[in-house]
């Protein structure tokens, strides 16, 4: 057969099948013959129509599949191997960005520490709780003359002096990030853990631009709605002192089982302690700053509302929990 | 610290209409961080978390004068109600029972006694039990309730004795040697550190832990008569030094650690007599003993207007200000815009510098009213050489072919540090001992504990190594970010071809970097130094003309004999005149496929020509490898 479309195939079936076709016209054309052979001639007449019916259905699925093969669209594909960056480097690159793009320069400083840049310089005083070894790590050899004991870092805040001395001239738009150390490992404590810390020091920095900068580092990081509020608190570092709450995101500011009456605490800030800046050098009377640290882990569990039963598995290496990410 | 204050309590000195909800989002936002505040039966009872320096906040009283100052700026009228007793010892007592009291100014501050003849101990009134019991404190008995009452509602810890265990009358405060035994009223045994305060009878007995906890020998039982109650404010760093050491944590040792204010001694101390009279019937029986080494000098700070606006970020008037302080109970006095505030003797640890009044005007003025504004002025100049984003970089490169990032710690056991790790005093336990210097036993252990995986998988991670740089240690380690990672169930040649992809990204043509890929155990592991890798990657590459005339390309299939190394096979084609390219395609066997690219920069290779290279090149890897060609 030589026909081309379903049209054609049609019009041949009329041709020969249809009321006035050929071979219908020989069926109504057996009953001129003779009695003998009528038997033997519809036998070859409906042989035929089922030969040509057969062919023409042939053609028809033979058109089909040329004209459009045969596609199932619900066959899984072959995968490349899927690649996964751990939660805490995808929080610290999107932190990082939202600082960069206000002015601050990403640093980053020791994680192993003199407690002259983790206390002293910070405005500890000689016998602090934060400083006795049921808190902070001391590592075994012979403290520093000058600089004391040698640590791990507790906290981003060490590399405040640091940058001060680093720079040496206001201003100072910092955000160090790093790890920090603590002596506890509990269901919401690993004793590795990542701090940013952001700086600012300049001529008349106030408690009006702190308030700016968490804003809107809560509105880019954590999105548009989420708000931002001081508490009074103390810190040796600064003063004032503040704790920062955001609003709940599972409630969304109205109070619920997850936060305390619409808020969650994000960290701590504050006003950079005068003795802070003199310990870096900087001009206190000419200059103010503010500061603020917190917990990296603790942002991106609030920012995307993952629930880890147990921070210690963020830094376990099972895959069946770093795949998810 | 957190403490829990009773609503009714609060109201004895606090006389407001303001709703409990009120008063704790008021005090949350411009003082004490109030937690939650919950009904008891008829009563509201404030969780409170007290920060270590405002002590003078963890008492009823502390609470009531807080809220005195901050309600109003919220429009909420409220009044702070506390008087100080004043009771008249009896002039006959003073002979009756003498005490003989031994300190000095480096144990405490001061130290206040009496005895006091008590008819009967017995229980407490129900209405001290229930405002005990909101508090978090146990009941036991009329004579101790009250010191603990008196400790919650004015915040100085107090103790009694039974005076008459003391039978030399003597209390004596000394430190204790190393090894010295006590046992606490609750039975319990310790053997001291040494250098602790402790109280002992002149006989060397031990009868008190002062400012922690009460001993067995000198407590307070169904039998006692007659007591001594007792306050001393004792030094807040050997205080904790001690609780710390023995592990135990009473809510007095909790604010004697913080420096409680050495005034309020007298104040608890009028508190409790009046309570024990009142209560227990009890009746004065000797002198008041009053022992003050250090009473507390008077501070003045001085601070600007201008100095408080422009730290806060706006302008607050002067009589705002003064009406802020003078409700703090500071005495303020303003002349030519300065205010000279002499300190309230409770605030004394924690007031010192023209920024902790900022701190007050700017909680009490209410952070919340403060608008919200980014700094202005120049920026910063940017780090000439930083290292953050060829960091990303290449932690993108690598999870983008399957790689999966790991954070392993890097306190490690002793086996896995590594030669010469730092080791901490005071790890938490021996297998996060050691700083590593190596990510190397750390990926191995973490590919192994994946061991139930069957496919293939690539960990990577990017993290300091610690190195100590010296024998006398007296300098920081050398803190070297390194990017390591292993394979499993993984062949040869793909992760070898993730790290040839790495470096193609990188534009580092240096081939000795893939060397670095060494099998362990079954395992393919890499490390490199990040540093290295940043001064040596290139961003961006010379441009190379397009090649005018095209090339030829054909495979050629090489048998070899014995074991070959096919990557010089490859590098000595490569070497071939007019070779361009060379891959290989395919093995089976001992048959090697290469694809071979033929191309010169000035005309168009014919025929002829490529016969003559491919001649070479069959003839190169016969002499060189003995590689026959296969037909």
């Given at each position: 057969?030589?026909?081309?479309?379903?049209?054609?195939?049609?019009?041949?079936?009329?041709?020969y099948?249809?009321?006035?076709?050929?071979?219908t016209?020989?069926?109504?054309?057996?009953?001129?013959?003779?009695?003998?052979?009528?038997?033997?001639?519809?036998?070859?007449?409906?042989?035929?129509?089922?030969?040509?019916?057969?062919?023409?259905?042939?053609?028809?699925?033979?058109?089909?599949?040329?004209?459009?093969?045969?596609?199932?669209?619900?066959?899984?594909?072959?995968?490349?191997?899927?690649?996964?960056?751990?939660?805490?480097?995808?929080?610290?690159?999107?932190?990082?960005?939202?600082?960069?793009?206000?002015?601050?320069?990403?640093?980053?400083?020791?994680e192993?520490?003199w407690d002259?840049?983790?206390?002293?310089?910070?405005?500890?005083?000689?016998?602090?709780?934060?400083?006795?070894?049921?808190?902070?790590?001391?590592?075994?050899?012979?403290?520093?003359?000058?600089?004391?004991?040698?640590?791990?870092?507790?906290?981003?805040?060490?590399?405040?002096?640091?940058?001060?001395?680093?720079?040496?001239?206001?201003?100072?738009?910092?955000?160090?990030?790093?790890?920090?150390?603590?002596?506890?490992?509990?269901?919401?404590?690993?004793?590795?853990?990542?701090?940013?810390?952001?700086?600012?020091?300049?001529?008349?920095?106030?408690?009006?631009?702190l308030?700016?900068?968490?804003?809107?580092?809560?509105?880019?990081?954590?999105?548009?709605?989420?708000?931002?509020?001081?508490?009074?608190?103390?810190?040796?570092?600064?003063?004032?002192?503040?704790?920062?709450?955001?609003t709940?995101?599972?409630?969304?500011?109205?109070?619920?089982?997850?936060?305390?009456?619409?808020?969650?605490?994000?960290?701590?800030?504050?006003?950079?302690?005068?003795?802070?800046?003199?310990?870096?050098?900087?001009?206190?009377?000419?200059?103010?700053?503010?500061?603020?640290?917190?917990?990296?882990?603790?942002?991106?569990?609030?920012?995307?509302?993952?629930n880890?039963?147990?921070l210690?598995?963020?830094?376990?290496?099972?895959?069946?929990?770093?795949?998810?990410f | 610290?957190?403490?829990?204050?009773?609503?009714?309590?609060?109201?004895?000195?606090?006389?407001?209409?303001?709703?409990?909800?009120?008063?704790?989002?008021?005090?949350?936002?411009?003082?004490?961080?109030?937690?939650?505040?919950?009904?008891i039966?008829?009563?509201?009872?404030?969780?409170?978390?007290?920060?270590?320096?405002?002590?003078?906040?963890?008492?009823?009283?502390?609470?009531?004068?807080?809220?005195?100052?901050?309600?109003?700026?919220?429009?909420?009228?409220?009044n702070?109600?506390?008087?100080?007793?004043?009771?008249?010892?009896?002039?006959?007592?003073?002979?009756?029972?003498?005490?003989?009291?031994?300190?000095?100014?480096?144990?405490?501050?001061?130290?206040?006694?009496?005895?006091?003849?008590?008819?009967?101990v017995?229980?407490?009134p129900?209405w001290?039990?229930?405002?005990?019991?909101?508090?978090?404190?146990?009941?036991?008995?009329?004579?101790?309730?009250?010191?603990?009452?008196?400790?919650?509602?004015?915040?100085?810890?107090?103790?009694?004795?039974?005076?008459?265990?003391?039978?030399?009358?003597?209390?004596?405060?000394?430190?204790?040697?190393?090894?010295?035994?006590?046992?606490?009223?609750?039975?319990?045994t310790?053997?001291?550190?040494?250098?602790?305060i402790?109280?002992?009878?002149?006989?060397?007995?031990?009868?008190?832990?002062?400012?922690?906890?009460?001993?067995k020998?000198?407590?307070?039982?169904?039998?006692?008569?007659?007591i001594?109650?007792?306050?001393?404010?004792?030094?807040?760093?050997?205080?904790?030094?001690?609780?710390?050491?023995?592990?135990?944590?009473?809510?007095?040792?909790?604010?004697?650690?913080?420096?409680?204010?050495?005034?309020?001694?007298?104040?608890?101390?009028?508190?409790g007599?009046?309570?024990?009279?009142?209560?227990?019937?009890?009746?004065?029986?000797?002198?008041?003993?009053?022992?003050?080494?250090?009473?507390?000098?008077?501070?003045?700070?001085?601070?600007?207007?201008?100095?408080?606006?422009?730290?806060?970020?706006?302008?607050?008037?002067?009589?705002?200000?003064?009406?802020i302080?003078?409700?703090?109970?500071?005495?303020?006095?303003?002349?030519?815009?300065?205010?000279?505030?002499t300190?309230?003797?409770?605030?004394?640890?924690?007031?010192?510098?023209?920024?902790?009044?900022?701190?007050?005007?700017?909680?009490?003025?209410?952070?919340?009213?403060?608008?919200?504004?980014?700094?202005?002025?120049?920026?910063?100049?940017?780090?000439?050489?930083?290292?953050?984003?060829?960091?990303q970089?290449?932690?993108?490169?690598?999870?983008?072919?399957?790689?999966?990032?790991?954070y392993?710690?890097?306190?490690?056991?002793?086996?896995?540090?590594?030669?010469?790790?730092?080791k901490?005093?005071?790890?938490?336990?021996?297998?996060?001992?050691?700083?590593?210097?190596?990510?190397?036993?750390?990926?191995?252990?973490?590919?192994k504990?994946?061991s139930?995986?069957?496919?293939?998988?690539?960990?990577?991670?990017?993290?300091?190594i610690?190195?100590s740089?010296?024998?006398?240690?007296?300098?920081?380690?050398?803190?070297?970010?390194?990017?390591?990672?292993?394979?499993?169930?993984?062949?040869?040649?793909?992760?070898?071809?993730?790290?040839?992809?790495?470096?193609?990204?990188?534009h580092?043509?240096?081939?000795?970097?893939?060397?670095?890929?060494?099998?362990?155990?079954?395992?393919?592991?890499?490390?490199?130094?990040?540093?290295?890798?940043?001064?040596?990657?290139?961003?961006?590459?010379?441009?190379?003309?397009?090649?005018?005339?095209?090339?030829?390309?054909?495979?050629?299939?090489?048998?070899?004999?014995?074991?070959?190394?096919?990557?010089?096979?490859?590098?000595?084609?490569?070497q071939?005149?007019?070779?361009?390219?060379?891959?290989?395609?395919?093995?089976?066997?001992?048959?090697?496929?290469?694809?071979?690219?033929?191309?010169?920069?000035?005309?168009?290779?014919?025929?002829?020509?490529?016969?003559?290279?491919?001649?070479?090149?069959?003839?190169?890897?016969?002499?060189k490898?003995?590689?026959?060609?296969?037909?």
């Amino acid at each position: 057969m030589e026909a081309k479309t379903d049209v054609d195939l049609d019009q041949i079936q009329i041709e020969y099948l249809g009321r006035n076709g050929y071979l219908t016209q020989e069926i109504k054309n057996i009953s001129r013959l003779h009695k003998d052979d009528r038997k033997g001639a519809g036998i070859i007449i409906n042989e035929a129509k089922k030969i040509v019916l057969d062919m023409i259905v042939a053609r028809k699925n033979q058109l089909k599949d040329s004209s459009k093969e045969w596609f199932d669209k619900t066959i899984p594909g072959i995968k490349p191997s899927v690649g996964h960056l751990h939660l805490v480097t995808q929080a610290i690159a999107e932190i990082a960005d939202v600082f960069e793009k206000i002015g601050f320069v990403r640093v980053r400083y020791p994680e192993v520490e003199w407690d002259y840049f983790a206390f002293g310089a910070l405005n500890f005083p000689e016998v602090h709780p934060a400083r006795d070894d049921w808190e902070t790590f001391f590592v075994d050899v012979n403290p520093d003359k000058k600089y004391g004991p040698m640590v791990l870092t507790p906290h981003t805040s060490s590399g405040q002096v640091r940058e001060m001395k680093r720079v040496g001239k206001p201003p100072i738009r910092m955000v160090n990030i790093a790890k920090c150390y603590r002596r506890q490992s509990d269901i919401s404590h690993t004793q590795m853990f990542h701090q940013f810390e952001g700086l600012v020091i300049d001529e008349n920095i106030s408690v009006v631009n702190l308030k700016g900068t968490l804003d809107y580092f809560a509105r880019n990081f954590f999105g548009d709605t989420r708000k931002t509020r001081l508490r009074p608190y103390n810190f040796r570092f600064t003063e004032p002192s503040f704790e920062v709450d955001i609003t709940c995101d599972i409630c969304n500011g109205v109070g619920c089982r997850l936060c305390k009456a619409g808020w969650l605490e994000l960290g701590g800030a504050g006003m950079v302690h005068p003795n802070v800046l003199k310990a870096g050098g900087i001009d206190n009377k000419k200059y103010s700053g503010f500061a603020f640290g917190w917990g990296v882990e603790r942002a991106i569990m609030m920012k995307s509302g993952i629930n880890i039963p147990d921070l210690r598995l963020l830094y376990s290496p099972d895959l069946r929990f770093l795949i998810q990410f | 610290m957190d403490i829990k204050i009773s609503h009714n309590w609060l109201k004895d000195f606090l006389k407001t209409s303001a709703k409990p909800e009120k008063i704790a989002e008021c005090l949350a936002l411009s003082g004490p961080s109030v937690e939650r505040v919950h009904k008891i039966n008829d009563d509201y009872v404030y969780d409170i978390e007290i920060t270590t320096n405002r002590v003078d906040t963890a008492s009823i009283i502390g609470i009531a004068r807080e809220a005195s100052a901050i309600l109003p700026q919220y429009g909420i009228k409220a009044n702070f109600k506390f008087e100080i007793l004043n009771f008249k010892p009896n002039p006959k007592s003073q002979k009756l029972n003498k005490l003989f009291i031994k300190t000095n100014s480096r144990l405490n501050k001061r130290v206040m006694a009496v005895v006091i003849e008590i008819p009967k101990v017995e229980k407490s009134p129900t209405w001290m039990k229930d405002r005990l019991e909101a508090s978090g404190v146990r009941s036991l008995n009329n004579v101790i309730d009250i010191t603990n009452y008196v400790m919650l509602e004015i915040g100085h810890p107090t103790h009694v004795f039974d005076f008459d265990k003391i039978v030399t009358r003597k209390l004596i405060f000394r430190l204790s040697r190393h090894g010295e035994e006590l046992t606490t009223f609750d039975n319990k045994t310790y053997k001291l550190f040494g250098n602790d305060i402790v109280i002992e009878d002149g006989n060397g007995e031990i009868i008190d832990l002062p400012g922690i906890m009460g001993t067995k020998n000198s407590v307070v039982g169904p039998e006692t008569k007659k007591i001594i109650f007792f306050i001393d404010n004792n030094d807040p760093i050997l205080m904790r030094k001690t609780s710390l050491n023995l592990g135990i944590r009473t809510l007095a040792v909790q604010l004697n650690e913080k420096g409680v204010d050495p005034e309020l001694v007298a104040s608890a101390f009028a508190r409790g007599v009046e309570l024990y009279q009142n209560l227990c019937r009890g009746k004065i029986v000797s002198k008041i003993y009053d022992i003050y080494h250090n009473k507390p000098k008077i501070k003045i700070i001085h601070v600007s207007l201008d100095f408080i606006n422009s730290r806060i970020g706006v302008d607050i008037p002067a009589i705002k200000v003064k009406d802020i302080l003078t409700a703090l109970e500071f005495k303020v006095s303003l002349i030519r815009n300065t205010f000279s505030l002499t300190v309230p003797s409770f605030r004394l640890n924690d007031i010192d510098i023209p920024e902790d009044i900022v701190e007050e005007i700017a909680r009490i003025y209410g952070y919340h009213n403060l608008p919200s504004k980014l700094m202005k002025g120049a920026l910063p100049e940017k780090l000439t050489d930083s290292p953050f984003q060829f960091e990303q970089k290449i932690k993108n490169y690598l999870s983008g072919w399957g790689g999966i990032e790991v954070y392993n710690y890097s306190l490690v056991s002793k086996d896995m540090a590594g030669n010469g790790a730092l080791k901490l005093k005071n790890p938490l336990g021996s297998d996060s001992e050691y700083l590593r210097t190596s990510l190397k036993p750390s990926l191995i252990a973490a590919a192994k504990q994946n061991s139930g995986q069957k496919d293939a998988f690539h960990l990577f991670e990017m993290a300091n190594i610690y190195l100590s740089l010296d024998s006398a240690r007296d300098k920081l380690p050398e803190e070297k970010m390194v990017l390591a990672g292993i394979f499993a169930n993984q062949d040869y040649r793909l992760a070898k071809g993730i790290l040839e992809a790495f470096f193609e990204k990188l534009h580092i043509s240096d081939p000795k970097f893939l060397d670095n890929l060494i099998s362990v155990d079954g395992l393919y592991y890499y490390e490199f130094e990040v540093e290295k890798l940043r001064q040596m990657h290139k961003d961006f590459v010379a441009f190379k003309p397009i090649p005018t005339y095209p090339a030829q390309i054909e495979d050629i299939t090489f048998e070899f004999v014995g074991e070959t190394k096919i990557g010089q096979v490859l590098q000595s084609i490569e070497q071939v005149p007019w070779v361009n390219q060379v891959e290989l395609v395919d093995i089976f066997k001992n048959a090697y496929t290469f694809r071979i690219w033929y191309q010169h920069p000035k005309k168009t290779l014919t025929d002829k020509d490529v016969e003559k290279i491919r001649e070479k090149i069959i003839l190169t890897v016969k002499k060189k490898f003995g590689g026959l060609v296969n037909n």
